[in-house]
């Protein structure tokens, strides 16, 4: 998996993630991502709820990608 997603993502979970959420134990490296998470995730139930195995998830593409993965449809 690591060669085909490059060194972007190839040391993913092993960086210094100073920016640390004050309600639950995430922590990220960057502090928009900090922010987008206490806005959107933190604390908030997750919207989009898969028809077909009841998975939810927080962002409506993360339902249809996993859609198309999982259950071969969109």
């Not at 990220?28 to 898969?50: D, M, N, P, V, W």
């Amino acid at each position: 998996m690591k060669l085909l997603l490059g060194p972007l993502h190839a040391g993913r979970g092993l960086k210094y993630r100073p920016y640390k959420c004050d309600n639950c134990p995430r922590s990220y490296t960057l502090l928009g991502s900090l922010k987008r998470h206490r806005k959107i995730e933190c604390g908030k139930e997750k919207q989009f709820a898969c028809s077909y195995c009841s998975l939810k998830f927080y962002y409506k593409h993360e339902l249809q990608c996993h859609t198309f993965t999982k259950h071969k449809r969109l």
